[in-house]
């Protein structure tokens, strides 16, 4: 497996893909992703990144 990097030509970024020889391209570009983090307290921080321009936004949706 290699790994090929490339220009969307958009603003947003690089283009990150992974190749395998037995499989055609895959990339994978999201413009929203959300972690949650745990705590010993059991009140769990939800966090959200959102793209905005050729940056992340980052909110804090539970805590």
């Known amino acids: 497996m290699d790994q090929r ?3 969307r030509g958009d603003g947003r970024g690089p283009l990150i893909a992974f190749r ?5 391209d895959r990339a994978v570009v999201p413009d929203v992703v959300e972690f949650w983090q745990a705590a010993t ?12 321009g050729a ?3 980052r909110r804090q949706l539970w805590s």
């Open 5 to 7: 990097q490339g220009d």
């Open 20 to 24: 395998h020889r037995a499989l055609r």
């Open 55 to 57: 940056g992340w936004q």
């Open 41 to 52: 307290t059991r009140v769990h921080v939800r966090l959200r990144y959102e793209r905005e």
